[in-house]
């Protein structure tokens, strides 16, 4: 009389390869999250943030609505920090599972978030009063957008994560661009390109993994 594991199949070379794909796949839900939240979290930070700043400063020097310098900026770093707080939470519950050397690059990676716009808060509110309002802004916006993209770029080498490393030269482009046409058109480059980018990056990215 054959035994129950006898008459099950063994499984192919191709059945295998899948099984083994599909819980890699499934692996890399469990432990990387939520791609939207990542992405899209940022995305819509920028969007709004420095769709403010757009909006204050126009791109003939005129503003579109009677948006003050100081509102602008509050709107930008309440969207940031938000975007912050949600970021380090997701990394805090992925670095949570997760032990050894993963665990502890996850944590630096984290704080050096914290860390570098800790740094641009001092240098924007040094150099940002010797400037004259526009000037001002797009100091503080430029600087926000360069700390993002080094880390990104940064993220991506401790992570091994190429996509990320192009979205951060993306942004790095986007933000040079952005500072050399002047404050409206940085700001709406960046809302734009940027925020919406990462709007869609994100959208396409959790897609691509739920059909993994």
């Known amino acids: 009389m054959r035994s129950d594991d006898e008459d099950e199949r063994a499984l192919s070379p191709e059945e295998t390869l899948r099984l083994i794909e599909s819980q890699r796949a499934e692996t890399e839900r469990h432990l990387g999250g939520d791609p939207l939240l990542f992405y899209g979290s940022w995305g819509l930070a920028w969007l709004i943030g ?5 909006l204050r400063f126009g791109l003939s020097g005129h503003q579109y609505l009677p948006i003050s ?3 602008a900026m509050t709107i930008l770093f309440v969207s940031l920090s938000l975007a912050l707080v949600v970021t380090s939470y997701a990394g805090w519950k992925q670095s949570s599972q997760v032990r050894g050397v993963s665990q502890a690059r996850g944590t630096m990676y984290g704080l050096s978030w914290f860390f570098g716009f800790f740094a641009l ?6 150099f940002g009063k010797l400037l004259p ?4 802004s797009l100091l503080w916006s430029c600087l926000s957008v360069f700390v993002v993209s080094i880390l990104f770029m940064a993220g991506a080498a401790v992570w091994n994560e190429p996509p990320m490393f192009f979205v951060g030269v993306w942004v790095a482009a986007v933000n040079m661009v952005g500072v050399a046409a002047g404050p409206g058109w940085h700001a709406l480059l960046v809302s734009v390109l940027v925020g919406g980018g990462f709007i869609v990056f994100g959208t396409v990215l959790r897609f691509r993994l739920g059909k993994a």
Do not use: C, K, R
Request: hydrophobic letters at 55%; zero cysteines; glycine letters at 28%.
């Open 50 to 54: 420095f769709g403010a700043f757009f």
């Open 69 to 71: 310098a100081g509102l």
């Open 121 to 126: 808060g001092l240098i924007g509110g040094h």
């Open 133 to 136: 309002e526009a000037e001002a």
